[in-house]
């Protein structure tokens, strides 16, 4: 089984600033990673597809990067919005997995 | 509009049984893998099991392989999650999902599982 480590566990961060939330795999993934946001009470939300692509609707100041085993996402300008738990998972290998998540809280 | 609403969840003894319910609406289900997804009460995420879109394939994680099945009705776009020999780490939010290639783009709003005497 393939592991995805996110770090940090939790970000604080204002308004306006920016985020870097990092996901690490036990193997590589290739481009097989995908994001995802979740609030509370709320199913996840698809952010990024294929480590860089947006999915439908999603604004362009959250965007991906990374392959094999180090990931990225960035949100370039934080609404008040965009402070959630985020997810990485990974489409490589059977089982899928989830990281443990990122807490992204206002400072 | 794309939806999907999961039905069914409860309380149930260890040891009990549950059938969840996923209807979709908005899309072609029959052309679409789908998949069950859980998250146990204040942790992460967890992908339960998925199933080919004519049913002929389906996975599963191994903490339910032997107690859980998925499977469809293509006819009235339904997904389900047979759960046998509950025991209390199953209790979650479980979520229906398209899987797109692998990855999950459209979700429910998830039915909560107990499993507590």
């Known amino acids: 089984e393939i592991v995805l480590t996110q770090s940090p566990a939790t970000l604080s961060l204002s308004p306006g600033e920016r985020a870097t939330l990092s996901c690490r795999a036990s193997q590589s993934v290739s481009s097989y990673l995908a994001w995802y946001q979740q609030k509370p009470g709320q199913a ?3 952010l990024i597809y294929d480590a860089s692509n947006r999915a439908t609707g999603i604004p362009a100041r959250f965007s991906g990067s990374g392959s094999g085993t180090d990931f990225t996402l960035t949100i370039s300008s934080l609404e008040p919005e965009d402070f959630a738990v985020y997810y990485c ?6 089982p899928r997995t989830f990281g443990q998540g990122t807490k992204l809280e206002i400072k | ?6 039905s069914g969840g409860g309380l149930v003894q260890p040891g009990g049984s549950l059938r969840l319910s996923c209807a979709a609406s908005g899309f072609t289900f029959s052309s679409s893998w789908m998949s069950w997804v859980r998250q146990a009460p204040g942790k992460g995420l967890e992908w339960v099991a998925n199933i080919k879109e004519d049913g002929s394939a389906k996975y599963y994680v191994d903490s339910v392989k032997g107690r859980f099945t998925i499977s469809r009705d293509n006819a009235k776009n339904s997904l389900y999650l047979q759960m046998n020999s509950l025991r209390a780490e199953d209790t979650a939010v479980y979520y229906c999902a398209r899987d797109w290639w692998g990855y999950g783009d459209v979700w429910g709003q998830g039915t909560t599982v107990t499993v507590s005497s």
């Open chain 1, 89 to 94: 998972q990974q489409r490589s290998n059977w």
């Open chain 2, 1 to 6: 509009e794309v939806q999907l609403v999961e």
């Open chain 1, 44 to 46: 996840p939300r698809p």
